[in-house]
């Protein structure tokens, strides 16, 4: 089956900083990434997604990054606020999600 | 309605207790989830029902007993269950089963005594 991998675990920056997570998956025949967002207590919400005929997608300060060749994506936030502050989880898809194991981010104002 | 809904959102019962757990969602999916969620972890997938009917069992225990009573309602009857079995527990539900955007229930806490 499907195996995703996700990295960093932790991860801390100054307001105004950039983040970067990033995650592998193991099965070609993947073909849909999405990227969630969880507060504590919350339930995931889903950010930003991808499909894998799409190298790149953008939405404001948030963006995805696919490189199929490699079975890597990756999420970018720019300018990050302390709202930005949360576990965030990658998730690859042929049929069912595979999730990532998450990495906590915390803004530092 | 853009909203998957679940009550209880809190839930204590005791290792004899039977108790269910509720879903529901208007947006017209015909895929709707089970998720187990533990601290600080990625949830973890436990029956995905299709059109109604059960396509996924992610070789969970017995005393997990879903029902997809019809297109918009997920139940999720609880008992005998252990205190592992503690966690948040999410439904979910997408367009179709597939790659497709699933959208998450505020979940129950559930407590086993």
């Known amino acids: 089956g499907e195996n995703v991998e996700q990295h960093p675990s932790t991860l801390s920056v100054q307001e105004g900083d950039s983040a970067v997570i990033k995650c592998t998956y193991s099965d070609s025949a993947s073909n849909y990434f999405p990227w969630y967002k969880q507060e504590l207590g919350k339930r995931p919400q889903l950010i930003i997604d991808i499909r894998s005929n799409v190298g790149e997608k953008k939405d404001q300060r948030i963006a995805v990054t696919l490189n199929k060749t490699a079975k890597h994506f990756s999420l970018h936030i720019t300018e990050t606020q302390p709202e930005d502050s949360a576990v965030y989880f990658c998730a690859a898809s042929i049929y069912q999600f595979y999730f990532g194991t998450g990495t906590s981010l915390t803004v530092i104002p | 309605d853009t909203e998957v809904t679940q009550t209880p959102k809190h839930l204590v019962m005791g290792m004899t207790n039977k108790k269910s757990l509720k879903c529901e969602q208007h947006?017209?999916?015909?895929?709707m989830y089970w998720y187990k969620q533990k601290a600080k972890k990625p949830p973890e997938l436990m029956f995905v029902?299709?059109?109604?009917?059960?396509?996924i069992n992610e070789s969970v225990p017995s005393r997990f007993s879903p029902e997809c009573p019809n297109s918009s309602l997920l139940n999720l009857h609880l008992h005998a269950l252990q205190p592992e079995d503690s966690a948040l527990y999410l439904c979910?539900?997408?367009?179709?089963?597939?790659?497709?955007?699933?959208?998450f229930g505020p979940g129950t806490r559930l407590t086993v005594l």
């Open positions: 029902y299709s059109y109604e009917k059960l396509s």
């Open positions: 979910a539900s997408s367009q179709e089963v597939s790659a497709d955007t699933q959208y």
């Open positions: 947006m017209g999916h015909r895929a």
